[in-house]
């Protein structure tokens, strides 16, 4: 227990202004990957095991609010104050398409089956861009309350959910009427809003207030009360009996999903903590801060052998080795590398 106590976080530099955003891409065949939003206005893509640095997108003017990766990890989207919604090449860092919009745009997010581009923002417009057709004009669906906040696909990319930055609750769209047709009562606006990776929970922050949905039938499943107003949290996404939360008091703290009992406390960032996600296996997690950090946190050892040999500032030499391989494919041409891996890829889909 005691080794627990001592969490010595891959602190990521590289970013100017605050981390407001983060998103794990799933699993792929060249490993998963880790995209940032910060208000310094270039999202930055990172090898989501080691926290190394591939690539900046660069184009964007303004605040970038939300960044996410689809499925294969093959393209980025990204949502910024300079009215735009960004498409990207992930593997070259090219721009291929800008949305325009006529406010700040605070939320994108990729459809499942990777055809569509949802975005939210200011305007109170939830719009879904057909990304088969880039120059077609998008889906509206109107009557969100306010100015959206976060946005979410579940149930097969049948329904949306969205929330608000000053009105309260998460409301479910049925895509196929564009209603309304549930909204989860909160006392506070909704920060964060996650669908867990199994499609079960909802997992919402608000105000002080943590709380799990049934994604399904939309009952309250869980909510505690978390020591100070958190902005973020996230379900882990294997076992499901953990949870994190980061918000002003500038930790991350850790919780047992079926007590609310705090598991743990990690300290290290020197502003709040804007948005917290688990890595798509569960092993680790990231923050992002006011103080323009990344940090990924090991969510425990994988081998008494591992842990054995971590020493108490640096990593193991497995991650050391790992590292030293992302910097060899930098320097001969990541995209390269990654190219290569993509051709295997598309056989594994197509078959």
């Known amino acids: 227990m005691e080794k627990k106590k001592v969490a010595v976080p891959l602190v990521c530099h590289g970013h100017s202004r605050p981390v407001v955003d983060l998103f794990y891409s799933p699993i792929t065949p060249d490993g998963f990957f880790l995209i940032s939003a910060s208000k310094d206005s270039s999202p930055m893509l990172r090898n989501g095991e080691t926290g190394d640095w591939i690539g900046t997108f660069e184009g964007h003017k303004g605040a970038v609010w939300s960044s996410c990766l689809d499925t294969n990890a093959l393209r980025a989207a990204s949502a910024s104050a300079d009215f735009s919604a960004k498409l990207w090449d992930a593997l070259t860092g090219d721009e291929l398409h800008s949305f325009e919009h006529k406010h700040i745009v605070r939320a994108c997010a990729f459809s499942e089956d990777t055809h569509f ?172 801060s006011e103080d323009g950090t990344i940090r990924i946190w090991q969510t425990g050892p994988v081998t008494h052998e591992e842990n054995d040999h971590l020493p108490g500032n640096g990593p193991s030499g497995k991650v050391k080795a790992v590292a030293d391989e992302v910097a060899r494919r930098i320097e001969s041409g990541l995209h390269i590398g990654r190219e290569g891996k993509t051709g295997e890829r598309n056989k594994a889909t197509e078959a």
């Open 117 to 288: 581009l949802l975005t939210g923002g200011v305007e109170k417009i939830l719009r879904i861009f057909d990304l088969n057709r880039l120059d077609a004009p998008p889906r509206q669906v109107d009557n969100s309350p306010g100015s959206i906040r976060t946005v979410a696909w579940l149930h097969s990319d049948q329904t949306i959910l969205s929330s608000c930055t000053d009105t309260k609750g998460v409301r479910l769209w049925d895509l196929r009427s564009g209603k309304i047709v549930q909204t989860l009562e909160t006392i506070s606006p909704v920060t964060s809003a996650e669908v867990s990776q199994d499609g079960r929970y909802i997992t919402t922050a608000d105000g002080s207030t943590v709380k799990f949905w049934d994604a399904n039938h939309f009952g309250l499943v869980k909510s505690y009360n978390m020591p100070c107003n958190v902005e973020s949290a996230s379900l882990e996404p294997k076992h499901g009996n953990k949870f994190i939360a980061g918000g002003e008091d500038m930790w991350v703290h850790v919780f047992d999903f079926h007590t609310g009992e705090e598991l743990g406390c990690n300290k290290g960032h020197h502003g709040p903590v804007h948005c917290v996600r688990f890595s798509p296996g569960g092993e680790s997690y990231a923050s992002g």
